[in-house]
């Protein structure tokens, strides 16, 4: 997948492209297949899913002023446990 670090800062902010950046970085660093994609969105904010082959992360970004809202990753072992507990719930 291509990543161009001008345009998804300016559609997303510097902080934002900064921290795919360094991502993708570490991904390719250690072999890992990545994939980067827009999860959700609304009037004031965008969530990006940023997943490799070992975990993922949820990059939330105001749209105005283009700032991170929240960051969070959660490793494959973590993401099997609660798709297992959701299926448990009757998800």
């Known amino acids: 997948m291509d990543f161009n670090y001008e345009e998804f800062k300016e559609k997303f902010g510097e902080e934002a492209a900064d921290i795919v950046k360094s991502e993708i970085k570490t991904a390719e660093d250690f072999g890992l297949k990545w994939k980067l994609e827009i999860n ?37 072992l973590e993401c099997e446990q609660a798709l297992k507990i959701m299926a448990e719930l009757g998800a």
Do not use: C, G, Q
């Not at 939330?60 to 990753?73: A, C, E, L, N």
């Open 40 to 76: 959700y969105k609304n009037e004031h904010w965008i969530s990006l899913l940023f997943v490799t082959t070992i975990d993922a992360m949820s990059i939330k970004v105001y749209k105005h002023p283009k700032k991170i809202k929240s960051v969070d990753r959660i490793f494959r």
